[in-house]
């Protein structure tokens, strides 16, 4: 059974940083992109940062809105994906989901399946 647990969120002051982890289990870590999603109240969930998968070529990505403050990173032999905010803004304040992707292809001469995953949220608030 997949699983995405998230940690570390909170309440943090204007200025503050805080690294969410997202530590996966039951699947094969590597080959799935993995991303974070950020939903506010009344508002649609948004992705927020992307880091690629090792079987694909791309690169990592994000929201304008979280450029050169945000930084997601992964670390396979942990599985585990990390997102560190930085110089967190009030607007920044929502529930954090970790989100796992793999689309279906052939990849080096394997091929897999598509598959999608989500954790269940941390909150995080932005406020003095």
């Known amino acids: 059974q997949v699983q995405l647990v998230e940690s570390g969120g909170g309440l943090v002051q204007p200025g503050g940083s805080l690294r969410l982890s997202c530590a996966a289990s039951g699947l094969i870590f590597s080959t799935y992109a993995m991303n974070w999603y950020r939903q506010a109240p009344g508002k649609e969930r948004d992705l927020v940062a992307a880091i690629p998968s090792d079987i694909t070529i791309s690169s990592t990505d994000y929201a304008d809105s979280v450029k050169g403050r945000f930084i997601i990173s992964r670390d396979n032999a942990k599985n585990t994906v990390y997102l560190q905010m930085n110089s967190l803004k009030p607007e920044d304040t929502a529930v954090y989901y970790c989100?796992?992707?793999?689309?279906?292809?052939?990849?080096?001469?394997?091929?897999?399946?598509?598959?999608?995953?989500w954790g269940q949220g941390t909150q995080v608030t932005v406020s003095s």
């Open positions: 989100n796992a992707d793999r689309r279906r292809g052939l990849y080096s001469g394997v091929y897999y399946p598509g598959s999608n995953y």
